[in-house]
């Protein structure tokens, strides 16, 4: 045997002939792929080329009558003795011709043409009271109101057993269980025996008394009042304080009024930055400390300078209190005492913003904020985000503050004023009484 020869085994054979196999099917196929690939290509492109053929014989048939046919004299030069061998009959052929003499005229250039007649657009309805807030609502509304309208669906008469419902809806609600109480117990006392059957009557019942719990005497706030004029915001951290100062700021910018942010919030660096932030999109004045300065002092330097420079309105973060903590309450009493004395008898509004996402929690908040500062009126933040903004009506009717702002989104425009009638509107919305009861 050679000595160089190396015997191949059976089945290092076998697995040599599998391989050269693999190789020589796969190429076969490949091969029948791209061959299959290329005819269908080929005839996409032949039934694509051959449409356009017809559509420019036509187009040339239309630029036809640009070279005319031969006239009769042409004729006569070209065959004389043909014309005058053809008898005088023969000669009807030529008014088939005619009309292509009369073709229709080339259509005028487009500089002619008389401009498109434009449809309006039909004017929109008139806006329905609450509408804008609807979609802001949507999330509130599908939360004890429509669980209440639920109860109403589909009866022309409430027995006792839907009275009991009503009151588990009530207790369960985030208006409270006070307010809750109070409203069953108005319900039972305030209607007749037949308007306490007939749900219509007790859903415009509710309706009513949530607009007058609401419907608290404020008169409206008057930035000329004082010059300058000081608005010193509170609330706990995450309640949304520095986006609505930002907010309040671009309204109050945009209606022509200087004014001065002052950022309290100096135990949180990130709150400063935001409200750096927002003073360069509003064009405002903004009044910053070093980190970790006292609170006090920095907004004592805003108010300072907002009455020096002549600013129309100065509005003062605080730093994110907890309403369990007895001493940061106490040290926002004494930012309060330090504005009075920077100018005299401010702060001259003094508002609490609560986030309504916290449901019935944010009623404690308000009682622990308003027996240690003087509220004037509450902003009720981020309500397109929770189903829980009924706790609104027990803030109003237990607390008796005002609400002077509510936000429903993310834009500036979507903080937005508080009316009590538009708010009950979209809150409400739309009660059918087609079935007998309130479909949400």
């Known amino acids: 045997m050679d000595p160089t020869t190396v015997p191949i085994?059976?089945?290092?054979?076998?697995?040599?002939?599998?391989?050269?196999?693999?190789?020589?099917?796969?190429?076969?196929?490949?091969f029948l792929l791209v061959r299959r690939a290329r005819a269908a290509r080929q005839r996409m492109i032949d039934s694509?080329?051959?449409?356009?053929?017809?559509?420019?014989?036509?187009?040339?048939?239309?630029?036809?009558?640009?070279?005319?046919?031969?006239?009769?004299?042409?004729?006569?030069?070209?065959?004389?003795?043909?014309?005058?061998?053809?008898?005088e009959p023969a000669r009807p052929a030529r008014p088939a011709a005619r009309p292509r003499e009369a073709a229709p005229p080339a259509p005028a250039p487009e500089a002619e043409r008389p401009p498109a007649q434009v449809i309006p657009f039909p004017a929109p309805p008139a806006a329905r009271k609450g509408a804008a807030l609807l979609p802001g609502l949507q999330r509130t509304r599908g939360g004890f109101i429509a669980r209440l309208g639920q109860i109403f669906a589909g009866k022309k008469q409430i027995d006792p057993a839907v009275v009991d419902e009503i009151e588990k809806v009530l207790l369960t609600a985030d208006i409270g269980v006070r307010t809750s109480q109070k409203l069953l117990e108005e319900i039972r006392t305030s209607l007749s025996r037949s308007e306490l059957a007939d749900p219509d009557a007790v859903w415009a019942f509710l309706r009513r008394r949530a607009t007058e719990m609401l419907s608290l005497p404020a008169p409206p706030v008057d930035y000329a009042a004082a010059k300058p004029f000081v608005l010193l915001i509170i609330g706990v951290n995450?309640?949304?304080?520095?986006?609505?100062?930002?907010?309040?700021?671009?309204?109050?910018s945009g209606d022509g009024k200087k004014v001065l942010l002052a950022a309290g919030d100096t135990f949180r660096a990130a709150a400063v930055e935001q409200l750096d932030v927002w003073a360069n999109r509003t064009s405002t004045t903004l009044v910053r400390g070093?980190?970790?300065?006292?609170?006090?002092?920095?907004?004592?330097?805003?108010?300072?300078?907002?009455?020096?420079?002549?600013?129309?309105?100065?509005?003062?973060?605080?730093?994110?209190?907890?309403?369990t903590k007895t001493d940061l309450m106490q040290e926002l009493q004494k930012v309060r005492r330090v504005v009075g004395k920077a100018s005299p008898g401010a702060p001259?509004?003094?508002?609490?913003?609560?986030?309504?996402?916290?449901?019935q929690n944010a009623?404690?908040?308000?009682?622990?904020?308003?027996?240690?500062?003087a509220v004037s009126g509450i902003v009720l933040t981020k309500l397109d985000g929770t189903a829980k903004g009924g706790v609104i009506l027990g803030i109003a009717d237990q607390l008796k503050i005002p609400v002077r702002f509510i936000g429903i989104g993310e834009k500036v425009e979507d903080l937005r004023a508080f009316d009590p009638d538009e708010f009950v509107d979209a809150l409400f919305e739309p009660p059918e009484h087609s079935n007998g009861g309130a479909a949400l």
């Open 290 to 323: 070093k980190e970790g300065a006292d609170p006090s002092s920095v907004i004592f330097d805003g108010v300072k300078r907002a009455a020096t420079e002549g600013f129309d309105v100065c509005i003062a973060d605080t730093a994110g209190r907890l309403h």
């Open 48 to 87: 694509v080329g051959e449409a356009p053929a017809p559509r420019l014989r036509e187009r040339d048939r239309e630029r036809e009558p640009e070279t005319p046919e031969p006239q009769p004299e042409d004729a006569e030069e070209s065959g004389t003795a043909q014309a005058e061998a053809a008898p």
């Open 9 to 30: 085994s059976p089945t290092e054979l076998y697995e040599l002939l599998g391989v050269v196999g693999g190789v020589i099917v796969s190429g076969v196929a490949g």
């Open 348 to 359: 001259h509004e003094t508002w609490l913003v609560i986030d309504s996402t916290s449901g």
């Open 363 to 373: 009623i404690a908040q308000a009682q622990i904020f308003t027996e240690a500062m």
């Open 238 to 252: 995450g309640s949304g304080k520095t986006t609505t100062i930002g907010k309040l700021a671009a309204k109050l």
